[in-house]
């Protein structure tokens, strides 16, 4: 009889119905504007936490500095292109194992809130999208209900609402808010019947088992057009000296009625490549938090800890010109991208003491940091010369990243010089993300979207010389409208006003099986001389003593990426103000196992070809006003 029961259970679950704990309710009292939980008025003091920006053995230590702080609960997007890499492969294990991250939550006595979009933006790849979608079809038409677009989505939850069922406040989990889609009231394509649509395949799955919201700006015509019909309409904004009543007033003249949330309070601020890295002051934060606790206003603290875009996940920003995010997630969030406690944290911990009470074990302010000095790298192989590049494409005309079958990393286009035309000859191209233009495996240029689109070409340019376009996939955007977010080469390249034809096209994804591959050739290798960059290179290390965090200084390297025991750590870049790569001891082997160090150099080495670990991280520049100018072609390759 137990096992039939459980059976029905299981069954009424995965078909989209509800089995809900009648002693467990979470709702709305729309005449007293008031959340109400099992009878009693409730308020809500979270934080922002994304389980796939922290190592899972970390999950537990920060959700844990979230309750010491007061908060009651955690706040998280869920990322699509995280567990569905591929089309209709679906990953929950390890570092995606979202049931574990809630069940850690509750352990910690946390409620939680999920952002499973399917658009997060979180200035991640895409928005959160999985970029397999624009090889399907590149003229996808994403957050609307095109029905290409709303088939993946309908699969795709499929597959995740029955990990998240279980865990709903109505089913005894600590799931009490679930948001429908992100700030759709800003996107410049509306579509009120993609709104609608995505509400009934949430109900389908939520039920009553927890409260449904949106979240936009909190200005009238944002929340208007975010607005989906039955469902709680939310705000965001940052520190501010407009009182309550006024900030709220827009979205009142949408919904009259309501619990008030500021479901992205921002405590912190994202930062991009070539720019300053951005700082909140501390005072407007309280003074602002003061006002909303003054009127019993929900909060979720957006960051309360930013942790890291290991790999390629980073995405873009899209204003004037192309921003490429950091791979640093840190955000100047309370809880550093480390997992250390700020001033921030406790002066947020002390403004809201009277309401919301620390809770949980106490907890320490710094985590120890691992000194690991400099380890020598040798040279191992030209990146163009590697073995690990993908099958040859020939084609006529360029393909992108996409049409290639490639998500993330660099891809070769290559092609024979046919007429070289005036002297000098100008090359011209448009391509996304960023082009080393090398002639004969010589680098003469690089090009950049939005930023450089041609250059001049040696006078020495011959007849049957190879032109090489590098062209390297920096994240696809992450906000503004999500169409033109193909990479590579995206339309024909010319010299002289010619069309450049025949290309052969080789993909360098970078997967871990690459990085395998490329630490068997320097196993092999010794002595290698006049290596041609962009190249590899390689290193070992052992630790003595406890295996710690740490940061590994790229300050003296160009641009690349590195790999610590295969873990992709991200990419470095001179240009800042990130200079300083966070590794977390997770990913390090103790004594007498070896460290590997694997990096790929585009531009140029360290005089002494070694990386060094720190103890603090470099997320700025040195002096104020050192932030790089962007358009300029020297400051993107050299020094």
Not at 106 to 120: H, K, N, S, T
Not at 147 to 154: D, E, G, N, V
Not at 604 to 620: A, G, M, Q, S
Request: charged share 20%; net charge negative; proline share 7%.
């Amino acid at each position: 009889m137990l096992l039939i029961i459980l059976f029905l259970i299981s069954s009424s679950i995965s078909s989209g119905q509800q089995v809900v704990d009648k002693g467990r309710v979470f709702t709305i009292d729309y005449d007293t504007n008031e959340f109400v939980m099992d009878g009693e008025p409730f308020t809500y003091a979270s934080g922002e936490l994304h389980y796939f920006r922290v190592p899972q053995p970390y999950w537990r230590d920060r959700l844990r500095k979230f309750r010491y702080a007061g908060l009651n609960a955690v706040s998280t997007y869920i990322e699509w292109s995280l567990h569905e890499p591929s089309p209709n492969k679906f990953v929950f294990d390890g570092e995606a194992n979202i049931s574990e991250f809630i069940k850690i939550a509750q352990e910690e006595d946390l409620f939680v809130i999920i952002r499973p979009g399917p658009y997060i933006c979180a200035e991640r790849d895409f928005g959160g999208y999985p970029a397999w979608l624009l090889t399907i079809n590149p003229n996808m038409k994403l957050r609307t209900s095109d029905p290409s677009h709303t088939f993946f989505i309908a699969r795709w939850f499929k597959h995740l609402m029955g990990k998240l069922q279980p865990w709903l406040y109505g089913n005894g989990g600590p799931i009490i808010m679930v948001q429908v889609e992100n700030e759709y009231g800003s996107y410049p394509v509306n579509d009120p019947n993609y709104l609608l649509w995505l509400r009934d395949l949430y109900r389908n799955y939520i039920g009553n088992a927890a409260i449904l919201f949106t979240t936009d700006g909190p200005s009238r015509n944002f929340v208007r057009r975010g607005k989906i019909p039955g469902i709680l309409s939310t705000i965001d904004f940052g520190p501010t000296k407009t009182d309550m009543d006024r900030m709220y007033r827009p979205m009142r003249q949408v919904q009259p009625k309501g619990p008030l949330v500021n479901s992205e309070f921002y405590v912190g601020w994202l930062s991009y490549w070539g720019e300053p890295f951005r700082r909140t002051e501390i005072q407007p934060i309280v003074e602002t938090l003061d006002k909303m606790l003054n009127q019993n206003i929900s909060f979720n603290l957006y960051m309360f800890h930013g942790g890291t875009n290991f790999g390629f996940t980073a995405g873009s920003g899209s204003s004037d010109h192309f921003q490429p995010d950091l791979t640093s997630y840190d955000y100047d969030a309370p809880i550093t991208e480390a997992g250390d406690l700020t001033d921030k944290y406790f002066a947020i911990k002390n403004a809201i003491k009277e309401v919301y009470p620390a809770g949980g074990s106490s907890v320490k302010r710094f985590t120890e940091k691992g000194d690991y000095g400099s380890v020598d790298l040798k040279p191992v192989i030209s990146l163009l010369n590697s073995p690990i590049g993908s099958e040859p494409v020939m084609s006529e005309y360029p393909i992108t990243f996409e049409a290639l079958g490639q998500r993330y990393g660099f891809v070769a286009y290559s092609t024979q010089i046919i007429n070289p035309g005036r002297d000098p000859s100008v090359l011209q191209v448009n391509v996304r993300d960023r082009a080393l233009v090398l002639l004969n495996d010589e680098e003469v240029s690089v090009l950049q979207y939005t930023l450089i689109n041609e250059t001049p070409l040696p006078s020495t340019l011959e007849p049957g010389q190879t032109l090489t376009l590098l062209i390297e996939n920096l994240g696809r955007r992450n906000y503004q409208l999500l169409s033109d977010c193909t990479k590579g080469l995206i339309s024909n390249a010319t010299i002289d006003g010619v069309n450049l034809k025949d290309w052969k096209v080789i993909g360098f994804p970078l997967n871990p099986e690459d990085i395998t591959q490329i630490e068997e050739i320097a196993d092999q290798t010794e002595n290698v001389t006049n290596i041609k960059l962009p190249a590899f290179y390689y290193g070992e290390f052992q630790i003595q003593g406890k295996v710690l965090d740490s940061f590994l200084d790229m300050s003296q390297w160009g641009k690349g990426v590195v790999f610590i025991n295969n873990y992709n750590l991200g990419r470095y870049w001179h240009i800042g103000p990130q200079f300083t790569l966070y590794v977390p001891g997770c990913y390090l082997r103790a004594y007498p196992e070896k460290n590997t160090i694997t990096l790929l150099e585009l531009h140029y080495i360290h005089p002494d070809k070694t990386v060094t670990f720190v103890t603090e991280p470099k997320l700025h520049f040195e002096n104020e006003g050192e932030e790089t100018e962007f358009l300029s072609v020297t400051k993107l390759t050299r020094r």
